[in-house]
Nanobody, 127 residues
Framework: VQLQASGGGSVQAGDSLRLSCTAS????????MGWFRQAPGKEREFVAA????????VYGDSVEGRFTISRDNAKNTMFLQMNSLEPEDTAQYYC?????????????????????WGQGTLVTVSS
């Protein structure tokens, strides 16, 4: 699966952004998907994951209640709606395709669950 992330930009605190991740390849709809982010000088952090049907989702503690992950299997696309953005959300955001349809929270919130990664899109939030 090849992935292309888009939708990043520079916004003010409190604003919203919607990231998209478009996948090529016929296996997209059979795989769990996720978003990670990496701020300068920090390790990559789990943001959110969604099951192959879209029925199950999990979120990182820092984004729970503000971000919403979704997918449209007919369009091979995954989304991350980010509301109430904070300067701490500034990072490069990466989308990833899982190696299985789904698994437990402990598994899908780790990088090892994901086998394909997009190139990243930059989100900058100023105060």
């Amino acid at each position: 699966v090849q992935l292309q992330a888009s939708g990043g930009g520079s916004v003010q605190a409190g604003d919203s952004l919607r990231l998209s991740c478009t996948a090529s390849g016929r296996h997209f709809r059979n795989l769990g998907m996720g978003w990670f982010r990496q701020a300068p000088g920090k390790e990559r952090e789990f943001v959110a994951a969604i099951s192959w049907t879209g029925a199950e989702t999990v979120y990182g503690d820092s984004v729970e209640g503000r971000f919403t992950i979704s997918r449209d299997n007919a369009k091979n696309t995954m989304f991350l709606q980010m509301n109430s953005l904070e300067p701490e959300d500034t990072a490069q955001y990466y989308c990833a395709a899982g190696t299985a349809p789904w698994s437990s929270r402990a598994v899908v919130s780790t990088e090892s669950f994901f086998g394909s990664w997009g190139q990243g899109t930059l989100v900058t939030v100023s105060s």
